[in-house]
């Protein structure tokens, strides 16, 4: 029987952002704010970086499009150079077209799967789901979670210093298996 | 509430492995059995008269010509009419039981009904004479058939497989004098040969055009 | 006065977009509990009895066509093309809307898109289908319909990549998957509160199945809203050019009366104006079926007739620049074949498609008539019939006079042509309805961000 960390409920957006800039300036490092739709400002309140995702989609992008155009080159300059009313065989601009939709194509992939990579989703078993009371969370509850692989992690002084930034329904998760 | 055991985290990479290999087995599947590799190559109908071909091309030498009249000189090679299985066959084996039904046709006049083993879709136009006026040999499409008891194809006869030849760097030709042999070894300069074939007669292989071959 | 307190922008753009005082559980409560509720209304049973019925003529007439071939159809020499062309590109076109609704409504930050976003996204994704149905069956041998791709096969044949019906096929193959995955993206975080509410054991799992796991934390948040902000940058060029695509299939032939280059922008116009006219259909009814006016508002169906008004004059500026150029041109063929499509034996396809499209929509210059909702409903029916009487002004009336008298001849659609058509309609609101059934319609996560208390920071504003 694992602890995973401490869950508290705050009563809105504006307090979840108080309590995180608490926590951030605490000194705590492994926590997330939990919410029903993403809250503006948060990410400043956790201190977190910028997403390394705008990368990711680059990438894929950048792939896409060299995939297309070297895809429609190969087809009609190496693989199988067919005479078409008298069209060139390396007519790039009418490359363009399918270029530009691969690219779209390999973008979107890298932006969904490259999400859901960052997010390690999908994860169906979290410790966070022993709680019954966090289930509102997708509704109209905010919830702090610290994990217990914080530096900082001491179950007293946690679930205490919760208590004293406003937190309530406070409780210990833990892994039941 | 918990709704999943934990095992089910593993699932992003059980879903992968198992996306990948039903891919890949799919794929692998399709490209075997679906290909004319699989599903034409060794074909081999039984014919309504026995006739071997290792016996009368192979054994006893005849040409491919002497039945195969067309083949020079028309789009299509010829199947002998009974008329040239009769002109031995007057006077050799003439009361096989095997050629009851050659002598059949003979008498009645009507054809034998021959299985035809080599067949191109309609929406393709193949001649023979073009190609074997160009030195493509028999054995190259059709195999060794000097050694065949019963007639069975031998290559897919696929469009991709006609392309691979039409867009090789080297055709595959002979001197013409040469194109039934089916024992035939490149000479030494055959390199020479073929360039100098190709000096000749230009390299008019069809490869860009679809009207071509679907006309 | 009850409310002396100065109201902030946030609050009074709110009042507008959900009135009657809402917080977040309420929200949540109504719009999740459309798919949660115990009975399912009488009304959507008709419909999707229905629904099933076309979908049975579909399945039947496709059937058929496919063992049978494409000599079913009324096509004939010269008009090679005809409905299944007119349906592919209006199903296409009403497909438009949801991406452009969700994607570049989203980069405007325009939040009333909010309440009809998933609507419109989930209405795209069907309609795409009906449309990609066309390119599918019209090849005649379906079997063969993977020719499209570029992959290997026995003939060491590939597409030819400089052909526009290739690049349309690309086009509306990556429209359908880019906007499934921004469906789908948008549905995670409300899959999530499905779950989470859920009352048996087995609507969680399936739920939780398709939630992935999702736990709303900041850190998936933080990626996720790049994720969703990214997918609507990119379906932004992308829903333009779709449509500009499926018009090359017109204006790179050397016909006249297609071969303009006005083509593609007047086609996306035409493409947005009747999904706009689709989505104004299918929320009037959801949101009188459901009860849900207070949160699809009169606010929403007003801003989505201003979108129809303008779209609906860029047409009918497309339609008088048609002849202008084709006068200006000088060029006989061109001039005959605008005079044939307003005065020639199909006459009336022009001026329904003229009275539907550019006529009706001059109401909208009135609010009175923006709010008026049987006027709405009409109206945006009609559109969607005016938008499909133009692409059959542009394919049948352009074709059935060619070149040569000689092969001047009519155009009959048969029983095939008008059932694949209307099945098509069972194949859409079957999808359709089923969704309704089971997902939220209005995106829970996104109405919520309308509410002034989602923004931490609306105290401090002015």
């Given at each position: 029987m694992n602890t995973y960390g401490v869950i508290a409920r705050f009563n809105d957006p504006v307090e979840l952002v108080h309590a995180a800039e608490k926590i951030r300036d605490a000194g705590f490092t492994d926590f997330d704010c939990h919410s029903p739709f993403p809250i503006h400002g948060m990410d400043d309140a956790m201190g977190l970086k910028r997403s390394k995702l705008g990368y990711v989609i680059g990438a894929m992008g950048l792939t896409g499009a060299l995939f297309g155009f070297g895809l429609q080159t190969w087809i009609h300059s190496i693989e199988y150079p067919m005479n078409i009313s008298g069209k060139p065989f390396f007519a790039y601009p009418a490359y363009a077209i399918i270029t530009f939709e691969l690219m779209v194509l390999f973008s979107a992939f890298g932006a969904v799967f490259g999400m859901m990579y960052f997010n390690s989703i999908p994860r169906f078993h979290h410790p966070v789901f022993y709680s019954d009371k966090f289930s509102r969370v997708t509704s109209d509850a905010f919830y702090v979670s610290i994990e217990i692989s914080d530096p900082k992690y001491n179950e007293q002084e946690v679930k205490s210093f919760l208590d004293k930034i406003g937190g309530t329904d406070i409780e210990v998760l833990k892994d039941e298996n | 509430m918990q709704l999943f055991p934990r095992w089910t985290n593993n699932f992003p990479g059980i879903f992968l492995i198992g996306i990948f290999l039903l891919l890949f087995s799919l794929s692998s599947f399709i490209w075997y059995y679906g290909s004319p590799y699989y599903t034409d190559v060794g074909y081999a109908p039984t014919q309504p008269v026995p006739y071997s071909h290792k016996l009368h091309a192979g054994d006893m030498g005849i040409d491919c010509r002497y039945c195969h009249v067309g083949v020079e000189q028309s789009y299509s090679a010829v199947i002998p009419p009974t008329e040239t299985c009769m002109g031995c066959h007057t006077y050799v084996k003439t009361d096989s039981e095997k050629l009851k039904l050659v002598r059949e046709s003979w008498e009645t006049g009507k054809p034998i009904e021959w299985i035809k083993v080599h067949m191109l879709p309609e929406y393709a136009y193949f001649n023979h004479s073009v190609h074997v006026n160009s030195g493509v040999a028999c054995i190259s499409c059709h195999g060794n058939i000097a050694e065949m008891e019963v007639v069975y194809q031998v290559k897919p006869l696929s469009m991709d497989w006609c392309l691979d030849c039409h867009r090789s760097d080297t055709p595959e030709i002979r001197p013409k004098n040469e194109v039934t042999n089916m024992y035939w070894t490149p000479p030494a300069d055959y390199d020479n040969f073929v360039s100098s074939w190709v000096e000749q007669h230009g390299d008019e292989r069809p490869v860009g055009d679809c009207q071509k071959c679907h006309r | 006065m009850m409310n002396n307190k100065i109201k902030s922008k946030a609050e009074i753009r709110a009042e507008k977009l959900l009135p009657g005082n809402q917080d977040f559980t309420t929200l949540t409560d109504d719009i999740a509990g459309v798919p949660e509720q115990k009975k399912t209304p009488i009304q959507w049973w008709l419909l999707f009895g229905l629904a099933l019925s076309l979908l049975a003529i579909f399945a039947g007439s496709v059937g058929f066509l496919i063992w049978e071939g494409t000599g079913i159809w009324g096509i004939n020499n010269p008009v090679f093309w005809g409905w299944a062309i007119i349906n592919f590109v209006w199903w296409v076109g009403i497909g438009h809307a949801g991406t452009l609704i969700s994607a570049i409504l989203h980069l405007f930050r325009q939040n009333w898109r909010n309440a009809i976003n998933r609507f419109a996204e989930t209405m795209t994704l069907f309609a795409v289908i009906c449309a990609l149905v066309f390119p599918g069956i019209h090849v005649g041998r379906i079997w063969v319909a993977y020719w499209f791709l570029p992959i290997p096969n026995q003939m060491g044949m590939w597409p030819n990549m400089r052909s526009p019906l290739i690049w349309d096929f690309f086009a509306v193959f990556t429209y359908f998957t880019v906007s499934l995955l921004f469906w789908y993206t948008g549905l995670i975080p409300d899959l999530a509160t499905l779950r989470d509410r859920a009352k048996t054991n087995l609507k969680r799992k399936i739920y939780g199945f398709f939630a992935l796991g999702w736990r709303g934390g900041n850190r998936q948040w933080q990626h996720y809203e790049l994720a969703y902000l990214v997918l609507a940058g990119i379906s932004t060029p992308l829903v333009l050019s779709v449509h500009s695509v499926v018009s090359s299939d017109f204006?790179?032939?050397?016909?006249p009366g297609w071969h303009t280059t006005i083509f593609p922008p007047y086609f996306v116009a035409g493409a947005i104006y009747s999904g706009f006219g689709m989505v104004m259909t299918l929320s009037i009814i959801a949101r009188k079926v459901y009860n849900l006016g207070h949160i699809i508002t009169l606010e929403h169906l007003d801003k989505m007739a201003q979108i129809m008004l303008l779209t609906g004059c860029m047409v009918g500026y497309a339609y008088s620049m048609e002849f202008f150029v084709a006068w200006y041109s000088g060029n006989a063929y061109e001039s005959f074949a605008f005079v044939n499509r307003a005065l020639g034996p199909y006459w009336w396809g022009y001026w329904a498609m003229i009275f539907c499209n550019v006529v009706v929509p001059q109401f909208f210059w009135f609010e009175r008539y923006r709010r008026h909702i049987p006027f709405l409903f009409i109206t945006s029916i009609l559109v969607n019939i005016g938008m499909w009487f133009e692409r059959f002004v542009i394919v049948v009336i352009t074709l059935h006079r060619d070149f040569m008298p000689g092969a001047w001849a009519m155009y009959n659609p048969t029983i095939f042509d008008v059932s694949i058509y209307i099945g098509t309609f069972g194949l859409f609101f079957t999808g359709f309805l089923l969704f309704l059934r089971f997902l939220p319609m209005v995106s829970i996560a996104e109405a919520k961000l309308v509410l002034p208390e989602s923004n931490p920071h609306h105290g401090h504003e002015e």
């Open positions: - | - | 204006a790179t032939s050397v016909i």
